[in-house]
């Protein structure tokens, strides 16, 4: 097992770490704005690249970089959703995501507000749609940014932390502990398994949102809007988009 992760970790270790530390960020900003997440799980490519951090400049430049590149995505991902998020939605992209899901994210943005863009970044499949249902919505762009910085910081650091904890941890147990692999593995499992548990708490908990038997509450997000010509400015709140 050890021989197997020193070549796994060498093979990332021997990119250039300006180039992997983009590289993330590039990886996170298209699983928020262009749906890529739907297939290629942004977990997946901070954990990997986090394996190979080294010094505290590495793993702030990767938790930075991956913060600016989650903002990035999903502020293109409001940006689609302001101007073309019906033609997304009925494109034949959008009708392999499913109408399901469509209606899921719109109810529970217009129930819950700003407490859904925090929440959905921990979320499966609503991660990546709901900037682009935002963006179809008439909260305004700082509202929005105002919700998600904190849930992509937070998303951010936990994940370049465990991956860099357990691969540092790894290299200076190999050459001591014959079984160091079996523990970097079982680290990053056990931290898998509980965020997979928290998801799918967070999705009992807020299930009841996203039901289509609920009637939305007083105060909810206006009706989705066909495009900016269509938008209604709230007079209760004097950001701009």
């Known amino acids: 097992m050890n021989e197997l992760l020193d070549g796994i970790l060498g093979t990332v270790e021997s990119v250039d770490p300006v180039l992997r530390t983009l590289l993330a960020g590039l990886g996170i900003m298209l699983e928020t704005s262009v749906l890529v997440g739907l297939v290629v799980p942004g977990d ?33 991902g409001f940006a689609l959703g302001r101007w073309f998020g019906p033609r997304i939605q009925h494109s034949r992209l959008g009708r392999r995501i499913g109408e399901h899901n469509w209606h899921r994210a719109q109810r529970y943005l217009a129930r819950r507000g700003g407490p859904a863009v925090f ?51 790894y290299r200076k147990l190999s050459e001591d502990l014959h079984g160091a692999g079996y523990l ?52 209760s709140e004097g950001d701009s988009r």
Request: aromatic share 10%.
């Open 184 to 235: 970097f593995v079982g680290v990053i499992v056990l931290f898998l398994v509980i965020a997979w548990i928290g998801k799918k708490v967070l999705l009992r908990i807020e299930r009841r949102h996203m039901a289509d038997d609920v009637t939305t509450p007083p105060g909810g997000l206006p009706p989705m809007h066909e495009g900016p010509a269509a938008e209604a400015t709230d007079p």
């Open 44 to 76: 997946t490519i901070v954990i990997v690249a986090a394996t190979a951090v080294e010094g505290t400049a590495e793993y702030f430049g990767l938790a930075f970089a991956v913060i600016a590149g989650a903002l990035i995505g999903e502020s293109i």
């Open 119 to 169: 929440i959905s970044r921990f979320l499966p499949v609503l991660h990546s749609l709901v900037p682009l249902t935002v963006g179809m919505s008439d909260m305004t762009y700082r509202r929005f940014l105002a919700w998600t910085v904190p849930a992509c910081v937070i998303w951010s650091f936990a994940y370049v932390s465990v991956g860099s904890a357990a691969a540092g941890g």
